[in-house]
């Protein structure tokens, strides 16, 4: 069984979008690139310098920053290897329809389980937080850090398939919360690094 690492995992995309893919491919990259590789990344006031490789899909207050393959862009599609970045409007109902405060998994979405953001045909279960702490993120910013142990399930069978960490990262004040469910390693220095405008 592979391990994965960070966010949320897979959210019925219906749930969370309200907007097609094609529309979240047109505004492709908000960014701009350098000549050394990189690109900045600008979030609610945070700028994050990313590799010039990774694909930025902006839908105003959610952004899909994909790494790597990403078969459909859009936030917790199955497959799609990335993280997200959310503000106020989607932090205000972040905790599975209740606002988000860092102390419950980043879920938006009630009612129906939320799919595995590694797989089709599974269900994400989050559990207990393994790791709570402050992480800098950029000068005079600190975020709520927790990550939480996750997997997925198969609906019929209940059959584990998958582990992973779900990594979130909260700014309560510059209303944005952060969350890696593929455990990038370069997520947490990039977030360090941050500069803000």
């Known amino acids: 069984m592979r391990k994965r690492s960070s966010v ?67 936030p917790f599609a199955p497959n799609c290897r990335g993280f997200w970045l959310y503000g106020p409007e989607v932090i205000a109902y972040g905790a599975e329809g209740r606002r988000y405060t860092g102390g419950q998994p980043f879920v938006p979405a009630s009612g129906a389980p939320a799919g595995c953001p590694f797989e089709y045909g599974s269900i994400q279960v ?47 004040e510059s209303k944005i919360v952060v969350v890696d469910v593929w455990g990038d390693r370069q997520l947490p220095g990039l977030l360090k690094n941050a500069t803000w405008s």
Not at 146 to 156: D, E, H, I, P, S
Request: aromatic letters at 8%; glycine letters at 8%.
């Open 8 to 74: 949320l995992a897979v959210l019925a995309t219906t749930a969370l979008l309200t907007t097609p893919t094609a529309a979240l491919a047109a505004a492709n990259s908000p960014t701009v690139a350098s000549a050394s590789g990189t690109k900045t990344l600008s979030f609610r006031g945070m700028n994050l310098k990313v590799p010039a490789t990774w694909k930025v899909y902006d839908h105003t207050d959610r952004v899909l920053v994909a790494t790597g393959s990403c078969k459909v862009p859009e």
């Open 126 to 172: 989050i559990g207990k937080a393994v790791s709570t702490g402050l992480r800098q993120a950029g000068r005079g910013h600190k975020a709520k850090y927790t990550a939480w142990a996750g997997r997925c399930v198969k609906q019929k069978s209940g059959r584990q398939t998958e582990s992973f960490i779900q990594r979130e990262w909260f700014l309560p």
